[in-house]
């Protein structure tokens, strides 16, 4: 038991996994401008404070004989799994893969309505932010494309834009849930994007 102003050190993979969606919320936010590693490093920092050295020391393979485990792999495979989610958010072709089969209101409502969308689109800003923003605007064009005439095309981008409006200003009517109000911003994001491919 730790005596009077001692902290409790907890397993590094457990620091990490207990706080994985703040480090991956971080992660994306260094990720640009920085290398995989180094964006790691910086969401550690970021999200563990006091315990930022041990998981640090652990994955840089200081304390393997300590946790009887390779602190370097568990490291690598952490980033891994961070770039693996940073593509999906921003891959278009994974997400056209996964909704390709959807007609134009499935696909716009599935776009408006994602969660992890809207929040890596809130917490990452600038050119991150835009680029999820463009990738699930292309998402919902690639469906428009799929009408055969510039008349079909418009209709369906009209009520894809009519779509992630509605369910935009559903949000914001009046709600003070911080979910409501990322999904607002969301759909004024991608609403914007569509737009800008009518003019």
Sequence with gaps: MPGEGERRVGHPVALVL????????AYVRRRPGHSPVEAFRHAVVDTLADDADIVLDFTDGM???TYGVSGAEFGDEVVQQLEGHLAAAVDPEARAARWSGLDIAAVSVAIATDEALARRFCR???????????SAAATIIAHVRR?????GR?????RALSIVEDIGHEAAAGSSDPSARRQARWCSAVAESLRAERR
């Excluded at 418009?154 to 009209?158: N, V």
Aim: no cysteine.
């Design 18 to 25: 207990d706080r994985l969606q703040a480090i991956e919320e």
């Design 63 to 65: 304390s393997d004989a």
């Design 124 to 134: 990452s800003g600038g050119r991150l932010g835009r680029t999820v923003v463009e």
């Design 147 to 151: 009408a055969r005439t510039r008349i």
């Design 154 to 158: 418009q209709a369906r981008l009209s």
